[in-house]
């Protein structure tokens, strides 16, 4: 299924990231975290093909599994045109830095750093199954990693082990436990494929053995988003990494079809979606536009009266938006920032009940540590 092969390549990229910054810092690099940058994205053409054309994808990935052509070879065979070319051309739209642009584009380098960047990639294919294992695969990547960090005793699996037992995301967003990873080497090793990795939401893992654990309830999760908003913002964390922990935050603990953080556009008379979470089908950010002017609709007017608002949306309030969306109910708390409204947190639901109280508190009390990431990152 086409979300199981996108979240396999998701996870491959992260890891391909995962793996090179950690080696980065292997070779003393003082910017290894901009590795973990080079590293994802150096998968991004990969992912955008899985995602347009998941079956013409899925031929190219069973003609890498069979070991006799290169990534650019079975791409040309499909597609009739190589990878390297379409990386190329993802490069250039994205008008991605050049460091990425050469990574992305798989432009050789003969340095450490290249051959850090290559065998990350490489080993996060082998972990997920992307590419043909041959038993002395693993082998080899530890051999060229000894040699380019001038570490004759550097082990890959402890090392591999050790990244992912450090890294929380790993954990928290991949549900991988000491046990899975533990079986992905294993497999790796030994040249059998893992099974394919099921679609997002991943495994219960870890140890799949023992009994799931029963997910959280909202009530404490929302306390550990809460948490984790409060100390990133304390350490000056990048502002549109605490929006998307917002709306994590309320995506998963609010039940919900769709969250969306929309601000005002550089005219003030339009409200345009900017960040989404969504369950809904070709749902993007930016299908939110409401206008400001003329006769606005109650949205508007949560802006304007700087108010929280739940509607029955198909009766209170017929945007063109909701027709395409099919939500019937509304949560809108505006977002004032120094005594300006200047957006909205918009949670929409198949279901015309009101939001209880108890989740109007989760809502705001997330919009407000919005409020305050914005504040310390504004001038005054």
């Not at 490489?122 to 002395?136: K, M, P, V, Y």
């Not at 799949?208 to 404490?220: H, K, L, T």
């Not at 929409?348 to 305050?372: C, K, M, N, Y």
């Amino acid at each position: 299924p086409k979300n199981r092969q996108l979240y396999r390549l998701v996870a491959s990229s992260y890891f391909a990231g995962l793996f090179a910054m950690a080696l980065g810092r292997e070779l003393g690099d003082t910017n290894a975290e901009e590795l973990l940058v080079v590293g994802v994205l150096s998968q991004l053409p990969r992912l955008l093909l899985a995602h347009a054309f998941p079956d013409r994808y899925a031929e190219v990935e069973a003609q890498l599994q069979t070991g006799r052509l290169t990534l650019d070879q079975a791409c040309r065979d499909v597609f009739g045109v190589g990878y390297r070319e379409v990386a190329g051309e993802v490069a250039q739209f994205w008008n991605l830095p050049e460091p990425v642009a050469k990574a992305v584009r798989g432009e050789p380098r003969t340095d450490a750093l290249g051959t850090v960047l290559r065998e990350s990639a490489r080993l996060a294919d082998l972990l997920f199954g992307h590419n043909a294992t041959a038993t002395d695969s693993m082998a080899t990547s530890e051999r060229r990693l000894r040699q380019a960090l001038n570490k004759p005793d550097f082990k890959l699996n402890p090392f591999i082990t050790r990244t992912c037992e450090e890294d929380p995301n790993v954990a928290r967003f991949f549900r991988l436990g000491p046990g899975d990873i533990a079986r992905m080497i294993e497999n790796a090793g030994s040249g059998r494929s893992p099974a394919p990795a099921p679609p997002t939401p991943p495994p219960a893992g870890p140890d799949s053995a023992r009994p799931a654990e029963a997910p959280p309830e909202p009530g404490v999760l929302i306390g550990h988003y809460l948490t984790d908003l409060m100390v990133s913002i304390r350490r000056g964390a990048d502002i549109n990494r605490i929006l998307l922990t917002a709306l994590e935050a309320i995506f998963r603990c609010v039940r919900s079809e769709c969250v969306v953080l929309a601000f005002r556009d550089m005219s003030r008379s339009t409200l345009t979606g900017r960040f989404h979470l969504s369950s809904l089908p070709r749902f993007r950010a930016t299908d939110f536009r409401i206008e400001l002017s003329g006769t606005p609709s109650p949205l508007a007017r949560a802006l304007t009266q700087r108010q929280t608002v739940q509607l029955r949306a198909r009766q209170e309030m017929p945007d063109s938006w909701l027709e395409r969306t099919g939500l019937d109910g509304v949560l809108a708390v505006p977002i004032e920032v120094r005594g300006n409204a200047v957006g909205l947190c918009v949670v929409g639901r198949r279901d015309p009940a009101l939001f209880s109280e108890q989740e109007q508190v989760w809502i705001e009390a997330v919009v407000g540590h919005v409020v305050t990431a914005f504040e310390r990152v504004r001038p005054k």
